[in-house]
């Protein structure tokens, strides 16, 4: 069994706190889930560097550990989380457009403060979403298809999409990791993703294999 590390997180609730953590919702979905570093940190610029012990301490002490397979910096760092904590929330998330430039801004200090500790495994950052990103990406998918060692992304949709989608990432001659997917709904399953995965070489994360307590089954 490997690992992937993330370690900076823009979904779900934007108040992060140490201590005890709420209990759960039952089926809510992601009832317990924070972002990381959360609103407070990430809407002011001048408190990114208390960013930076975090992200070294972790990295250095795992940065050759055969257990970790790839690092993901930032898991979907623009995420609005519309519908969640929106502007009618107790807790609402950023505005769209600072909370792009903002994590735009960490994600970017992230790579560099980790290419400073250069850790034998690969470095990533997943684009995500419907993927307008293939063919026009705003400045943080650009960034994270530049930078990243290995291509990761989240998928949703159904076989036709997929297939679109992976063919179009070939194209950087990288390595092809998705990191999130199944959505059955959706035509989103093991039967019909998993060969298009095998066929074009690509490593994949099944998300919601387990229905655990934080609901993503």
């Not at 108040?15 to 953590?21: D, F, I, L, V, W």
């Not at 950052?125 to 930078?147: K, Q, T």
Request: proline share 6%.
């Amino acid at each position: 069994m490997k690992t992937m590390l993330v370690l900076f997180d823009g979904v779900w609730k934007p108040y992060p706190a140490a201590g005890k953590q709420p209990n759960r919702v039952p089926r809510v979905h992601n009832s317990g889930w924070v972002q990381s570093p959360g609103r407070k940190i990430l809407e002011d610029p001048n408190q990114h560097f208390l960013m930076k012990a975090y992200l070294t301490g972790v990295m250095t002490r795992f940065k050759d550990d055969n257990r970790v397979l790839v690092w993901d910096l930032f898991n979907e760092p623009q995420n609005s989380n519309d519908g969640n904590y929106g502007g009618d929330s107790e807790l609402s998330d950023m505005a769209k457009g600072l909370k792009r430039q903002r994590s735009l801004e960490l994600l970017t200090k992230a790579f560099h403060w980790a290419r400073e500790i250069n850790p034998s495994q690969p470095l990533t950052a997943g684009d995500w979403g419907e993927p307008n990103w293939l063919d026009d990406p705003d400045l943080i998918e650009s960034f994270m298809l530049r930078h990243s060692d290995v291509i990761s992304f989240h998928t949703y949709n159904g076989p036709d999409d997929t297939r679109e989608m992976v063919e179009g990432l070939a194209h950087y001659d990288r390595p092809l990791l998705c990191t999130e997917y199944l959505a059955r709904a959706n035509g989103s399953t093991f039967e019909e993703i998993l060969p298009i995965f095998q066929q074009r070489k690509i490593a994949a994360f099944n998300w919601g294999l387990v229905a655990g307590k934080t609901n993503t089954h």
